[in-house]
T-cell receptor, first 110, second 114 residues
């Protein structure tokens, strides 16, 4: 129940198309779900987060949805651009430490 | 400084030697994490400190790895008798007093064991 499963591990999309990354978990205590972006050679940085009292949050081209009943949450990137190429990590936390997914390597194709 | 600071940025050591990696978290942050990231891989959890609670050491890969956090601030990750498979980037992150807040990462220490 501690882990968070992230899919896919690799994703290639044409520039301008949308990208979706999904994560699932199994515990009931998790109520905070952040997403981190790690560009090549750099540190992971928070790009968006969502708490369990909302179902969706948007920030420009990025949105996150949460289905707490089904215990899954997703990152949506619209109108993808070359600078979106990176590794994306979902994460969860509740009454204990943050748990990260294994990451999704997103490639934006020209 | 305003962010999480790690030192050294790069460390090359000979197999069998001990190394110490340092993390200065953001002032006032009670949560501190250590992760290991091998090339092209994900974030491997090592250890978690939260305030004055006993650390969660469940991710340490062997008894050669240990970590301390003095005075609730600076943390040191020690690797004894280093092996080539210890080569990786070691990332530190800190977070606020509330459990459900953003974790801020340091720039990492790239460790190379030759």
């Amino acid at each position: 129940g501690e882990n968070v499963e992230q899919h896919p591990s690799t994703l290639s999309v044409q520039e301008g198309d949308s990208a979706v990354i999904k994560c699932t978990y199994s515990d009931s205590a998790s109520n905070y779900f952040p997403w981190y972006k790690q560009e090549l050679g750099k540190r992971p940085q928070l790009i968006i987060d969502i708490r369990s009292n909302v179902g969706e949050k948007k920030d420009q081209r990025i949105a996150v949805t949460l289905n707490k009943t089904a215990k899954h949450f997703s990152l949506h990137i619209t109108e993808t651009q070359p600078e979106d190429s990176a590794v994306y990590f979902c994460a969860k936390s509740g009454d204990d430490k943050i748990i990260f997914g294994k990451g999704t390597r997103l490639h934006i194709l020209p | 400084g305003a962010g999480v600071s790690q030192s050294p940025s790069n460390k090359v050591t000979e197999k069998g030697k001990d190394v110490e990696l340092r993390c200065d978290p953001i002032s006032g942050h009670t949560a501190l994490y250590w992760y290991r990231q091998s090339l092209g891989q994900g974030l491997e959890f090592l250890i978690y400190f939260q305030g004055n609670s006993a650390p969660d050491k469940s991710g340490l890969p062997s008894d050669r790895f240990s970590a301390e956090r003095t005075g609730g601030s600076v943390s040191t990750l020690t690797i004894q008798r280093t092996q080539q498979e210890d080569s990786a980037v070691y990332l530190c992150a800190s977070g606020g007093a509330s459990l459900n807040t953003e974790a801020f990462f340091g720039q990492g220490t790239r460790l190379t064991v030759v």
